[in-house]
């Protein structure tokens, strides 16, 4: 089964310390890349935490927050008396010495004086007691649960779109394959016009330049490889559709090199109805590729 690595899970809960919330983001990523946004003193969580998503996840970026919010009278004093008095004697500071130098700064706010670090005090707003962590931890399965079980679903949408996108190219491929017949007559007659005009230019004791010009014409006009090329890479996209793990890596490439075979399909076409081929396979192509890059 294909998954997606766009999802989207949250989860909140209680304890008699307090209230928690994780949120948990997964966008499309190179790699697997991890980043934290939880409350002071949640080493051990974190790497908990850690551990869990690379069990669950192979790729995407993933941003995972823990809020928590004490109840009143659970967490002590809020604010440090004597480090919020250093912090407004060192604002005060700060501005006489910008208006000596006629620089004017903007008015801090309650909410930057208590950024500062040692305003609150552990177990403020912000911070955490061990029984909230610990409450808020048995919410990582289910919250993984929740995450990887949209990146499925999402992974499905995914795959019915990549696969009709398959099935165009598929078809283009075929259209492609009948136009041949009629195309090589074409090119007989071309490759007649291109000997009579090759004949005009060379001596006699130039045979070898003759045949080489020729083998050069006829490869130019053939196009039967990059069909085949183009049908051989459908197969392996089709067969990575079935498989469970992560392709999105492999299936990006194959979409690069079916890219490189329409694109020389529709230099080497000289036909209209052959180059009206061409462009549809690399639209769908390209489509597909958008696609792709979110498939884990």
């Known amino acids: 089964m294909t998954h997606s690595m766009t999802a989207f899970a949250t989860r909140t809960g209680h304890s008699d310390a307090g209230r928690w ?25 974190e790497t908990t935490l850690r551990t869990a998503l690379r069990k669950a996840l192979h790729r995407g970026t993933v941003t995972v927050t823990l809020t928590c919010r004490m109840d009143q009278g659970q967490g002590g004093r809020d604010i440090d008396p004597d480090r919020l008095d250093k912090v407004l004697r060192a604002l005060d500071q700060v501005q006489d010495r910008a208006f000596s130098l006629g620089v004017t700064l903007g008015q801090p706010t309650a909410a930057d004086v208590l950024m500062q670090p040692g305003v609150l ?23 993984l649960a929740d995450l990887t079980a949209m990146r499925a679903q999402e992974g499905t949408a995914l795959q019915k779109l990549i696969c009709a996108q398959l099935d165009t190219v598929h078809d283009q491929i075929e259209a492609a394959r009948a136009l ?3 195309r090589e007559k074409h090119a007989r007659r071309a490759l007649r016009d291109a000997y009579a005009r090759v004949m005009g230019e060379i001596t006699d004791t130039d045979g070898a330049r003759l045949t080489q ?14 069909l085949d090329r183009l ?9 990575l559709m079935d498989e ?11 979409i690069q090199e079916m890219l490189r075979e329409a694109n020389t399909l529709c230099s080497k076409s000289q036909n209209a109805a052959l180059s009206g081929i061409g462009i549809t396979i690399k639209t769908a192509l390209e489509q597909m590729r958008e696609q792709v890059q979110n498939v884990e």
């Open 21 to 45: 919330e994780w949120t948990l983001r997964s966008v499309n990523g190179r790699t697997l890349d991890l980043r934290m946004n939880l409350p002071d003193g949640c080493d051990r969580l």
């Open 121 to 143: 005090e552990p177990g403020s707003a912000g911070a955490a007691s061990d029984d909230l962590i610990a409450a808020a931890t048995t919410a990582i399965g289910p919250l």
């Open 180 to 182: 041949l017949p009629e």
């Open 213 to 226: 010009e020729l083998a050069l014409i006829a490869v130019k006009q053939d196009v039967t490889e990059e």
């Open 231 to 239: 049908n051989t890479h459908l197969v392996a996209a089709w067969d």
């Open 244 to 254: 469970d793990g992560p392709v999105g890596r492999k299936l990006d490439f194959i």
